[in-house]
């Protein structure tokens, strides 16, 4: 089960991304979301590690609204049942769980979170060539004791590929740039279709996935090219 992630590096100390139905489509806003992505964790020190009802450590996530596209600073717990201490709350959501255990999420509400690092069982992974990734969620919106509307998430994931099927047998849900609209789309039902179409997407992703500490490649920006 991967507890943490990170995007690390980088000194960018301004806000998440603003909200605006005028802004570029995903992709084309990509490359600032990491350059944001790495400001953030290197004030926590690269790690995106669970949110506790004590410690507000919140993530960057995207998310799509019925206008435009959204980055939140969110919880990495999914508060399922709308409350902290229902013992629904999970930090993973399993791809093919997707359609059953966790459908009132998954029918509309996916995001993604920026990293370029996942810990699983002790050991960090990279991709092959150590560039920034996204790792498809499940969220969903609660009201907390003040009011507040926080948005809070699940990695979703998926059977080992690549080194880590050498230390455990799941793995984050790394997509491909192609899918990434289509996972945030509301209006793109979440059916047993997609949540296989997504899996199959990340093969080759997940496939080349490597320790992070070998020297093969440095780590970089999204070519958008």
């Given amino acids: 089960m991967c507890a943490s992630y990170g995007l690390g590096g980088g000194g ?3 806000d998440p991304l603003p909200s605006d139905p005028d802004l570029a489509p995903l ?17 926590v020190r690269g790690k995106h590690t669970l949110t506790g009802r004590n410690a507000r450590n919140l993530n960057p996530m995207f998310r799509r609204d019925d206008v435009c596209t959204l980055l939140d600073m969110a ?17 993973n959501a399993r791809a093919e769980n997707l359609v059953s255990r966790w459908s009132g999420s998954f029918k509309t509400s996916r995001g993604l979170v920026p990293a370029d690092w996942f810990d699983e069982k002790g ?3 990279t991709t092959a060539d150590g560039q920034p990734f996204m790792i498809a969620t499940v969220w969903n919106q609660v009201h907390e004791e ?22 455990h047998d799941r793995m984050p849900l790394l997509l491909p740039p192609e899918l990434w609209e289509t996972w945030i789309d ?12 997504a899996v199959a997407a990340s093969n080759d992703l997940s496939g080349g996935v490597r320790f992070l500490n070998e020297p093969d490649a440095e780590p970089g920006l999204l070519d958008l090219g």
């Fill in 123 to 125: 050991s960090q992974f």
């Fill in 146 to 167: 003040d009011g507040n509307l926080l948005t809070t998430y699940a990695l979703v994931t998926r059977p080992a590929a690549g080194a880590v099927a050498t230390k």
């Fill in 27 to 43: 992709d084309e806003r990509v490359e600032l979301s990491f350059d944001f992505g790495k400001g953030w964790g290197s004030r």
């Fill in 75 to 91: 919880w990495f717990k999914l508060w399922p049942g709308g409350k902290f201490d229902t013992k629904a709350n999970t930090f």
């Fill in 186 to 197: 509301p209006h793109e039902v979440g059916t047993r279709q997609l949540a296989e179409a």
């Fill in 12 to 14: 960018h100390e301004g």
